[in-house]
């Protein structure tokens, strides 16, 4: 299956990349958009102990040591290192204008919108969101979710100009079953890189269809507090002490 890849200097693209690898699913081009290090969102500290182990769920892997270089020197992937954060630049688009392949697997910078000309190319941009969809758009929806609901969700989807309301492939819900002060730089990057395997074999069968999202009251999320973030963490282990407590 033809495929290209927008990715960024983030943990999330990381593990992206690495589990593509590990199922043999290589994109035809990597185009990688470099901030210059200027912003610490979604990346990895080197320095904390807990980020240094392997993670894997089901066809995921992330090993946080590995960065994108790395890994790409094990395979053969073509790639371009892009002077500019911005997914919408012109010299991004001045590639992707010479490419023919339509699939595009989209991991950027944490806020970034693609524009009326992007979107003039006429690709389907795929996006794996960390979150229920159409519910919770917009960032770290997740602890949201948890919040409001005990659950977590990841959804994938072809990319509109809305903020998360394009056309839905699937949905996975997902149990409570790790670390949740893990959850921003290995869980959320770990979850959302099964799913996008499990898309990618979907989109490859070409048995399924994409399902158009209904309007939701909410209007979207956006970065959680501190404090709402804590107390998500803190309701869930006191859900998991509970459940615990119940089957001894």
Do not use: W
């Not at 595009?104 to 969101?129: A, R």
């Not at 919770?136 to 979710?145: A, F, P």
């Not at 409001?148 to 994938?156: L, P, Q, V």
């Amino acid at each position: 299956m033809k495929f290209i890849a927008i990715l960024a200097f983030t943990a999330r693209s990381q593990s992206y990349l690495q589990t593509l690898v590990k199922n043999k699913f290589y994109p035809e081009e990597i185009f990688i958009l470099d901030d210059e290090n200027k912003k610490s969102l979604g990346k990895i500290n080197p320095s904390k102990k807990k980020l240094s182990d392997s993670h894997y769920y089901k066809s995921a892997i992330f090993n946080p040591k590995e960065d994108l270089l790395s890994t790409l020197k094990r395979t053969s992937i073509p790639y371009t290192i892009m002077k500019t954060s911005d997914i919408n630049s012109d010299n991004l688009y001045l590639e992707l204008s010479n490419i023919k392949t339509k699939l595009v697997v989209v991991s950027v910078y944490p806020g970034q919108l693609l524009k009326d000309k992007i979107f003039s190319l006429k690709k389907n941009f795929l996006h794996v969101h960390a979150g229920k969809l159409p519910k919770y758009k917009g960032s770290t929806t997740l602890y949201y979710s948890l919040l409001e609901e005990n659950k977590i969700a990841i959804s994938a989807i072809y990319l509109n100009q809305g903020i998360d309301t394009g056309k839905i492939i699937l949905i996975e819900k997902f149990n409570l079953n790790f670390d949740l002060n893990l959850l921003d730089l290995i869980f959320d990057p770990l979850l959302r890189s099964h799913v996008l395997i499990k898309t990618l074999k979907l989109i490859k069968t070409k048995n399924y269809k994409l399902k158009s999202q209904k309007k939701e009251k909410t209007g979207g999320y956006f970065i959680i507090h501190p404090v709402l973030k804590h107390l998500a963490i803190l309701k869930e282990e006191r859900n998991a002490s509970r459940n615990n407590s119940s089957k001894s």
